[in-house]
């Protein structure tokens, strides 16, 4: 520019004195005229054409002047903007570098995970996700600069070496930031979910070599065995407990069959020890304030840790949480999550823990109800149907739920809505009056209370059959025949000493027994003594509330809580079996026999249980029953060799 500025004063003077020449010596716009510059020109012509020669070279040179100062000013311009460019370059580049250094000396402060604390995950989690943002501002620095060396190269201005590798390696050293943190974020994630209070790892515990707990993607676990290279759903010992449950099936009576399997379940899940004030203080949390709240695995986890942590601080006891967590959990599964969807509805969950709980029997159906009822304190059918649905669930994962109604509960809601009075709503009252009767899809509750109870309790009496003395859990006593007693196991698995006979009826006493009693039963003896088979064909009294036996559809607003369990269609063969064959019972009405051999099959529907002591608080259920039985007739027979088929393929 400077060199060019100072060939300015010499171009104009030259095109100064053109002009000025041109001025004197005018000339006319004529075509040129080659024989004008001749020799034999006039002077006058001569003249004319110089002039225009003149003109036209000082009008070239005037132009080209305008060109090259004009691209010198242009170039000029577009130096001092690259100028500006590289130098806005270069300060984005130092930035990124000064905070590149500061965010990778943060990096080296960083603990490993393993030597990180479970209790500050969460606060390095919270660091990190700091951290992260405190960096995204280096994420625009570095994009201007790529920018800045973008708009250069369209300009064809190319970096140095230098330059371009320095922009380089930031671009590097920022993705490697990037990576690192995320990586981080993740760890420290996946290490608070499977190590934080919330987490499942403090569950592993639970099982011993060669077997080891597993997660699958919707949190359910599972259980891998190593020696065998096999999988299950369900925990070692909870496949132990339920092989020990086969050792039941000798029990006659369904009702006592399932409460004897429940109670064992009780035990293992240490549900005994639970009162229910104690669960109602769980159950008040907010996860568990909805019913009609559909819980996951870990809020079932998180509820079942909060109990047993609670049951061991409460009651001074050593339990071991992780294994009854576990085991819990899998029964729960088990029984409303067959599928293993990974979901279990609040309704579900406390329907299975109440009625495995340290409660009497009128406590946990008040709960039970006040569960679905509305803030009237009342329930309608469909919420009746919702509460027996999630109930009938228990006996049903036992393969049981044919001696109680079947899966349909709508003949239950039915029979329990005749206490209503005619209305469409149910009050707790009638609920709980209905409950008394120990209606038949509810009968196994009452029962695994009074197993509960007959459990520790001694009579000072021989039993007639094995001779044992004294008689531990239940004694049954014979009303037709003096000085019949006989012991639990005896008569639930139908035994009998040589060339005996049960007699009809019998009393139980799960409680020991008082003189009061005696005298009365003596009376009872006696006056049994002169009555006829058809005495007790025309008075029938069962002990539990018979619901109407027959097949009907599941009606559509009562959802089934669990899916069915892969042996769901034996299970519905089973029910229309046994609700045929009771059908056939109540046509026959042959409810006694003077003896009952102990080869002849028994089933629970075929005895008649009364009540004979007033209900207390304490106790709601009597503590004496009065039991009767029939004999099967033909049809009966064939019916009942079908049903134990499929059972014993079941």
Known sequence: MEEVKSRGPYIYSVLESAQAFLTQHPFQEIEEDASALAKDASPKSRSQSLSRLLWKQASVASELWDRLTARCLDQHRHLERTIEQLRDLGVSIKEATDALNQAESVQTTWEPIGDLFIDSLPEHIQATKLFKEEITPIKDTIKMANDLAHQLALSDVHLSIENARELEQINSRWKQIQTSVTERLRQLQDAHRDFGPESQHFLSSSVQVPWERAISPNKVPYYINHQAQTTCWDHPKMTELYQALGDLNNIKFSAY??????????????????????????????????????????????????????????????????????????????????????????????????????????????????????????????????????????????????????????????????????????????????????????????????????????????????????????????????????????????????????????????????????????????????????????????????????????????????????????????????????????????????SLSPDDSLDEDQYLLRHSSPITDRDPCSATQTIGGFNPEEEQGELEKVLAQLEHEN
């Open 257 to 594: 069959r399932t409460a004897m399997k429940l109670r064992r379940v009780q035990k293992a899940l240490r549900l005994d020890l639970v009162t229910l004030p104690l669960l109602s203080q769980i159950f008040s949390s907010d996860t568990l304030q909805s019913s009609d709240r559909s819980l996951d695995i870990l809020d079932v986890i998180r509820c079942l840790s909060s109990l047993y942590e609670r049951l061991e601080e409460e009651r001074g006891l050593l339990v071991n949480v992780p294994l009854c967590v576990d085991l819990a959990l899998n029964w729960l599964l088990n029984v409303f999550d067959g599928a293993r969807v990974g979901r279990i509805r609040a309704l579900s969950f406390k329907a299975g823990i109440v009625c495995l709980c340290d409660c009497d029997v009128k406590g946990k159906l008040q709960y039970l109800f006040s569960q679905v009822a509305g803030p009237e304190g009342t329930c309608d059918q469909r919420q009746l149907g919702l509460l027996l649905q999630e109930a009938i669930q228990i006996p049903r994962q036992l393969g049981e739920v044919a001696a109680f109604g079947g899966s349909n509960v709508e003949p239950s809601v039915r029979s329990c809505f005749r206490f209503g009075n005619g209305t469409s709503y149910l009050e707790l009252s009638q609920f709980l009056e209905w409950g008394s009767l120990e209606p038949q899809s509810l009968v196994w509750l009452p029962v695994l209370h009074r197993v509960t109870l007959a459990e520790t309790v001694k009579h000072q009496t021989k039993c007639s059959i094995c001779k044992q003395c004294p008689i531990k859990g239940f004694r049954y006593r014979s009303l037709k025949q003096f000085g019949v007693d006989i012991c639990q196991s005896c008569f639930l698995t139908g035994q009998a000493g040589k060339g005996n006979k049960l007699h009809y009826p019998i009393m139980e006493y799960y409680t020991p027994t008082t003189s009061g009693e005696k005298v009365r039963d003596f009376a009872t003896t006696l006056k049994n003594k002169f009555r006829t088979r058809h005495y007790f064909s025309r008075h029938p009294q069962r002990g539990y509330l018979p619901v109407q036996s027959v097949l009907e559809v599941e009606v559509t607003d009562t959802p089934l809580s669990s899916p069915m369990l892969p042996h769901a269609e034996t299970h519905s063969r089973i029910e229309h079996f046994a609700s045929r064959l009771a059908e056939m019972e109540n046509q026959n009405c042959s409810f006694f026999t003077d």
